[in-house]
């Protein structure tokens, strides 16, 4: 294997175009403190997955894929070359996942208000109870209303 950068396009610093990033974001259970896996597909044709969106003491941060060594230590599988690739990367998958948390937390929301709703049972109850009592304020037919005329 050859160290050579055979068609490799060099880079300016400051002057790279920002590639076209699609996130792909899953929310887990959080588990320690792992709270999603991100998928990154770069510019249309290389997907990055298995990206883990972790809290730290410091906020959320991005972890690479990883793999481990025989010593047991782990090294990312790839990596920004960049730190303006990095940073672009990093915001593109955290704007992600703050999408992704707040879409779960309103279909809860809209959950919990649907659940919160009456049943058409108990509408029909509600209903029929409202029309007995209209019922029965209401005078009786008019022969029995005559009757207690004629009684009188």
């Given at each position: 294997?050859?160290?050579t950068n055979a068609g490799a396009v060099p880079e300016?610093?400051?002057t790279a175009e920002p590639l076209k990033l699609d996130v792909t974001v899953r929310p887990i259970t959080p588990k320690n403190n792992l709270l999603a896996f991100a998928s990154v597909k770069i510019a249309d044709c290389f997907v990055v997955d298995n990206i883990k969106i972790v809290a730290g003491d410091k906020g959320l941060f991005v972890n690479m894929p990883s793999a481990q060594d025989g010593k047991g230590k782990f090294h990312d599988v790839c990596f920004p070359v960049t730190a303006d690739f990095r940073q672009q990367l990093q915001n593109a998958v955290l704007d992600g996942y703050t999408a992704a948390v707040e879409k779960v937390q309103?279909?809860?929301?809209?959950?919990?208000?649907f659940t919160e709703k009456p049943s058409?049972?108990?509408k029909l109850r509600e209903g029929a109870k409202a029309s007995?009592?209209?019922a029965a304020a209401m005078p009786k037919t008019p022969e029995a209303?005559?009757?207690k005329e004629n009684a009188l």
């Open positions: 294997m050859s160290d300016t610093a400051g309103n279909i809860g929301a809209a959950q919990r208000e058409i049972k108990d007995a009592e209209r209303a005559k009757g």
